[in-house]
């Protein structure tokens, strides 16, 4: 697994060379990647669905139990599916879709990238590997969601959406090592067995709260589900991708994987549950007034969503196999619409559902495949989205105390889905012929192959539940409940209650449907106060921090280095000096007044050159004097014993004075811009460092200190590190994540510096 991953990201890294010489072709050269994975991870399904899940871990920190630890189990090999399969058909389309595009060739590496990094997240068994994983979904969608870079919506719609996920990275991070402080492992399969240990420690809220945090903000559950239809300004395979079918999963998919572990109690179950009904309900009211194809889609995700998310939060094994059932056909039917959207606006220029009727003659492939796309989003049979409907409906009546009350939530949320459906799936088609900027006609073939194969296999999978899906979800249930379910999977179960709750579902959506043209100009004037839009508060926040950091930059960073100067000796004292207080009663300082005469000549000459360096008038002067001082303290560190520091010292000094001389030589003499009472300031200022540094001193040479560390370096350098020299093995090898930290900012500024030359304007001719 860990080198199909590699594969991934070096064929990410590969697009552009490709791309450039096969422009006409690229789509169809793009869909083998995907399609290389999926077949490749299809090969597993035999051992898998039989109970043997596929383990593969490769050392990569095994001292802090960190390593590349990857599990194929039911779960994450139907992730696994949905990912590479909807990630075909996207592949596929986009290569028609964004031919005239600017930058093609950088969509194909950030979306490559994305695919890679969500099946590294859901194939992860270490969840710090995950979250690695996690934050690249985080960063490649920053990238997708503004690829119209040149566009001030597209960027700040990226900003947001990186703005909350990232928010509830950090809070998940935090939840992964409190969960770390509980287990001692990193390793989520070591999880399983400690569901009582996790449960029941004080930690445990504080877990729950963090890392569902991370999960509802991944997946836009209220009140963090403002993001998701803001992010709709990005081209429509990345919708179709990532708001759809993959990436807003990734949250649902976490909250799955964790069930087991730490899952069963109150606190779990009933904010999943309440968090999911909630998102279900409201996300699908807020579509009533859309008109733009993929904002409607969006708002059906979110209120999926949702219901996914309840889904967990009830629990029962009917819930778990509707959970799965609903997943699957989700990604399916909504994959299939999003990106019959983007046909709609490549094929007639527009994408406002009021502006289009009477399209399926000149469409007639898009006409089908959308109908039947949303024949299993309203839950009709025989697709598979009517099989999950009733599931949802069914594990719902079980429920005791609030079964009646959550039905009706249910009922009255997939009505106004059937609503978006009806919006999307029909009403562009049928009717009387709207005239639209472009004339209408079919898209290329390109475009049409993967919503039909996403459309087809959402009746292909409801007519044969058992054929495929229903093998994989004992092997799923396994993974979230540790049980198998050891449920059929039918679509039909004659007339009964749930039945009819579908047809009443049906009946009120299409209702919903016909009063909308009489009630959208009443609902379109009305808004929610402020407060009590999440997004309000977002913006506000966000305001809120900028104007910080504009009074906080006009404070301390105002371009006076001297102010820098300050305000860094005057913190670093001012801290250091309350601990160097409190431990002066616990260590007595014991001066050593004993000197050579050349210790003692070095330091007259140390302080006259300082002396002579702040009182000098001239520059050339000041330069020489600071120069003195430098290869004085130079002269210090050999005869302390440290030859490798002066010959850094006398290096460094010596092309000091030569880059002062020639850059300060011509500018004039000193002029006197200060006052007298900033002078005395920085006087007073200077000679309180001074102070303190000369105790910080007395104070490390009064006692000994009791370190190994230094013999642990000297006895190691040689077998360990292959060096004789300690200093450099310490550098190169013991603290190899410092020096790699150092030379990446020193790669990043060398980046930044030829961007700069770069945008050196052309002479003129």
């Known amino acids: 697994m860990l080198i199909l ?60 139990g960190v390593n590349f630890t990857f599990l194929l189990d039911g779960l994450s090999l139907t992730f ?43 194939l992860s068994d270490n ?36 703005l909350v996920t990232g928010s509830g990275s950090l809070a998940l991070l935090a939840g992964i090592i409190l969960l770390y402080q509980v287990t001692g492992s990193f390793e989520i399969s070591s999880f399983y067995d400690l569901n009582e240990v996790i449960t029941g420690h004080t930690l445990y809220p504080a877990i729950v709260i963090l890392i569902l945090t991370g999960a509802f903000t991944k997946s836009a559950q209220f009140p963090f589900h403002f993001w998701l239809p803001n992010a709709m300004d990005a081209p429509t395979p990345v919708s179709a991708y990532l708001h759809s079918a993959t990436m807003v999963k990734a949250g649902i998919y976490l909250i799955a994987r964790m069930n087991h572990a730490i ?12 968090a999911g009904t909630v998102t279900m309900l409201f996300t699908a009211l807020l579509a009533f007034k859309q008109t733009d194809l993929k904002k409607l889609l969006a708002y059906s995700t979110l209120s999926v969503l949702g219901t996914l998310t309840m889904l967990l939060g009830i629990g029962s094994k009917l819930a778990i196999k509707a959970f799965f059932i609903y997943i699957i056909a989700h990604s399916l039917y909504k994959g299939a619409l999003f990106l019959v959207a983007g046909t709609l606006d490549h094929e007639t220029g527009t994408r406002d559902v009021s502006k289009l009727g009477g399209l399926r003659k000149a469409m007639p492939v898009t006409t089908i495949t959308a109908a ?74 390109k475009m049409l192959i993967g919503p039909a194969l996403l459309a087809g296999l959402g009746l292909l999978f409801g007519v044969f539940p058992d054929f495929f899906i229903a093998r994989l979800l004992d092997q799923s249930a396994q993974s979230i409940l540790s049980e198998t379910l050891s449920l059929k999977i039918k679509i039909w179960h004659g007339f009964n209650l749930v039945l009819l709750l579908s047809f009443a579902t049906l009946l009120l959506g299409g209702t919903v449907y016909l009063l909308r043209a009489k009630l959208l100009p009443r609902v379109q004037t009305l808004t929610l106060p402020g407060i009590v839009k999440p997004s309000a508060w ?27 100067i300050i305000f860094i000796m005057v913190t670093a004292v001012s801290l250091a000096s309350f ?10 300082i014991v001066p050593d007044f004993s000197i050579t005469f050349y210790e003692a000549a070095l330091a007259f000459i140390i302080v006259v050159s300082a002396f002579i360096l702040i009182t000098s008038t001239s520059r050339l002067k000041s330069i020489v004097a600071l120069g003195v001082l430098g290869l004085s303290i130079g002269i210090i560190f050999v005869i302390y014993g440290a030859p490798d520091l002066a010959l850094t010292t006398f290096a460094i000094e010596t092309l000091n004075v030569i880059l002062f001389v020639l850059v300060l030589y011509k500018l004039p003499r000193f002029l006197k811009l200060s006052r007298s009472s900033n002078r005395v300031r920085d006087t007073v200022i200077a000679a309180c460092v001074g102070v303190f540094m000369t105790l910080m001193v007395l104070f490390a040479t009064s006692f000994e200190l009791s370190s190994e560390l230094k013999n642990y370096f000297a006895a190691a350098s040689v077998p360990d590190g292959k060096g ?19 030379i990446t900012v020193l790669a990043i500024a060398a980046l930044g510096i030829f961007a700069l030359l770069k945008l050196k304007p052309e002479r003129e001719e």
Do not use: C
Not at 88 to 113: D, P
Not at 538 to 549: E, I, N, P, R, V
Not at 724 to 740: K, P
């Open 724 to 742: 004789r020299n300690v200093v450099n093995v310490i550098l190169v090898d013991f603290r190899a994540i410092d020096t790699l930290g150092e």
């Open 579 to 588: 601990s160097l207080y409190h431990a002066s009663g616990k260590v007595t």
């Open 80 to 122: 696994a599916l949905i990912i590479t399969l909807i990630g075909a058909a996207v592949f596929l389309f986009a290569g028609a879709y964004m031919k005239n595009y600017e930058h093609t060739s950088r969509f194909y590496v950030y979306i490559g990238i994305f695919m890679t990094s969500m099946l590294g997240l859901v």
């Open 372 to 445: 039947l796309a949303s024949f299993s989003m309203m839950g009709i049979i025989p697709l598979i989205g009517f099989i999950g409907k009733e599931t949802v409906y069914k594990s719902i009546l079980e429920l005791d105390y609030w079964g009646t009350f959550l039905i009706a939530i249910a009922v009255l949320a997939n009505a106004f889905v059937v609503m978006i459906t009806l919006l999307v799936g029909f009403k562009p088609f049928w009717g009387d012929l709207l005239p639209t900027p472009k004339k209408p006609k079919e898209a290329p073939l």
């Open 263 to 274: 899952g069963g109690t109150a606190l779990w179950q009933d904010t999943i549950l309440i």
């Open 127 to 162: 969840i710090l590997l995950m979250f690695v994983f996690w934050e690249l979904t985080s960063i490649s969608s920053y990238l997708l969601i503004g690829f119209h870079h040149h566009k001030e919506q597209s960027r700040k719609s990226a900003l947001q959406a990186l």
């Open 538 to 564: 977002y913006d506000a926040a966000l305001q809120g921090t900028l104007s910080f950091a504009r009074l906080q930059t006009r404070i301390v960073q105002n371009g006076y280095l001297r102010n820098y």
């Open 5 to 64: 991953l590699a594969i991934g990201f070096l064929a990410s890294a590969a697009a552009p060379f490709f791309y450039k010489r096969f422009k006409e072709f690229f789509g169809w050269i793009a869909v083998t990647f995907p399609l290389y994975l999926f077949f490749g991870f299809l090969l597993n399904y035999p051992q898998v669905v039989s109970g043997n899940s596929v383990r593969e871990s490769v050392p990569w920190m095994p001292s802090l």
